[in-house]
């Protein structure tokens, strides 16, 4: 029905009828519209606004072209472990795990036992007695140590003497060997005299006793000059026995050094026949806390076999990742890498941030690694500083633990947006 026709044809009806209407008009204006609702016209823009608005979604797509940058990541795995790193307990002899003290976790202090080792032919009885004879000949190995160095150090004390006196022999040499030369000269002078007073004394010019006064002088030089020689002789020896006692100084250390190892081969040949009947306490090398037990009570072990290792509690730990050649490249120091720890899930816990300190000039063997990790063939070793080395769960930190293994994605470069697609549609792989 026409909304202009619905007042006028209520008005005419309530006023024949003179009644009060059913409905009121703007109740029947409102249920209309609430049936058909109200139409609504969209006009299509201008072309300059259409021209404005593709211009401008070009100029932010260009902009996002030029501005967004696609990382180039490589992957890592790695370990955490203690800035003074993990220090391994070797067995220093084959036999069986007799008694094992400690277990993972434990804090032990310097010199606190941790297992001992028997040997096969362990003589319980005679235990007492073994470890006295054992404890005896480690200490006389001390004692020809010291032994070994007084006697070194009094053979250089002596050298040097000597030297100082074979200088002061040179000089008395040098000395007397002038004494000689002005006795000589005397001598001659007085030889001299002696003959031109005897020839005096064949002509009567003087008396014969005058002339004998002369000759005994010149005999009396003689001798002198006899004796002036003699001592430089003396010196002469003297200074042989000085430099030879000085050769033989120079080879003598040498020689007690061999000496001193043959009796040390002797006493240790002695300790480790002792050892064999005998057993073995290991005890810890400094304090510290035990990370990881490998043998149990009972086992057999062989010689220079891990046992254990302890860590500093105090040492911070350090990320350590290792990239395989072919993705080491390009990779600095001071860049950032997230870790991804395998015992803490990043979907639950997030990751960790380090900053890389340091990166390895040369691949490391497989076998010079300590992280326990495995590895096809050599890698690099990248250390990385840990922004927090602990993690919160409900509202409690929990500090991470040496050895925790992660993945890491180490970003090598970023690339232009342009630059990644052109080398995805072109297959230029280069970096320059």
């Not at 001598?187 to 020839?199: K, M």
């Not at 992660?406 to 792989?429: C, N, Q």
Request: with cysteine; net charge positive; aromatic share 4%.
């Amino acid at each position: 029905m026409p909304d202009r026709y619905l007042p006028s044809r209520l008005n005419a009806t309530d006023s024949c009828r003179g009644e009060t209407p059913l409905f009121r008009r703007q109740a029947a204006v409102s249920l209309r519209r609430r049936w058909f609702g109200p139409v609504q016209l969209l006009t299509p823009p201008s072309a300059p606004v259409a021209i404005g608005v593709a211009a401008a979604a070009v100029v932010l797509l260009c902009l996002a072209v030029v501005t967004i940058e696609i990382p180039d990541r490589v992957r890592a795995v790695g370990m955490l472990v203690p800035v003074d790193g993990l220090l391994k307990v070797r067995a220093s002899r084959a036999g069986r795990i007799e008694k094992l003290v400690v277990q993972n976790g434990d804090n032990v202090g310097r010199h606190q036992v941790l297992m001992r080792i028997s040997g096969n032919k362990h003589a319980p009885g005679r235990a007492p007695e073994l470890a006295a004879r054992i404890a005896s000949l480690r200490r006389e190995l001390g004692l020809l140590g010291e032994e070994l160095q007084r006697e070194v150090d009094a053979v250089r004390e002596r050298a040097m003497l000597n030297r100082k006196r074979l200088e002061f022999t040179k000089q008395r040499i040098a000395v007397a060997q002038t004494e000689l030369r002005t006795r000589e000269q005397h001598a001659v002078l007085s030889d001299g005299q002696a003959q031109r007073f005897h020839r005096l004394t064949d002509s009567r010019a003087v008396a014969e006793h005058v002339a004998d006064e002369f000759t005994a002088s010149a005999l009396q030089a003689a001798a002198t000059r006899e004796a002036a020689h003699q001592r430089v002789l003396d010196l002469q020896d003297e200074q042989l026995v000085i430099e030879q006692q000085l050769a033989h100084d120079r080879t003598l250390p040498e020689i007690l050094y061999r000496r001193a190892a043959i009796k040390r081969e002797i006493i240790e040949r002695q300790i480790a026949a002792g050892e064999l009947l005998s057993a073995v306490e290991i005890t810890a090398p400094y304090a510290g806390v035990v990370s990881g037990v490998a043998v149990r009570a009972g086992e057999e072990v062989a010689v220079g076999r891990v046992l254990m290792t302890l860590h500093n509690p105090a040492s911070r730990l350090e990320a350590r990742l290792y990239l395989s050649p072919d993705n080491a490249g390009m990779i600095s120091a001071g860049q950032r890498v997230e870790l991804q720890l395998k015992a803490y899930p990043h979907q639950l816990f997030g990751t960790r941030s380090a900053i890389v300190r340091s990166v390895s000039a040369t691949t490391i063997a497989v076998d010079e690694i300590d992280a326990g990790l495995v590895f096809s063939g050599p890698v690099f070793e990248v250390r990385a500083e840990l922004q927090d080395s602990a993690v919160m769960v409900s509202g409690r930190s929990w500090s991470l633990p040496p050895g925790t293994s992660f993945t890491a994605d180490l970003v090598r470069r970023r690339w232009p947006l342009f630059r990644w697609l052109w080398r995805s549609v072109s297959g230029d792989m280069s970096y320059s």
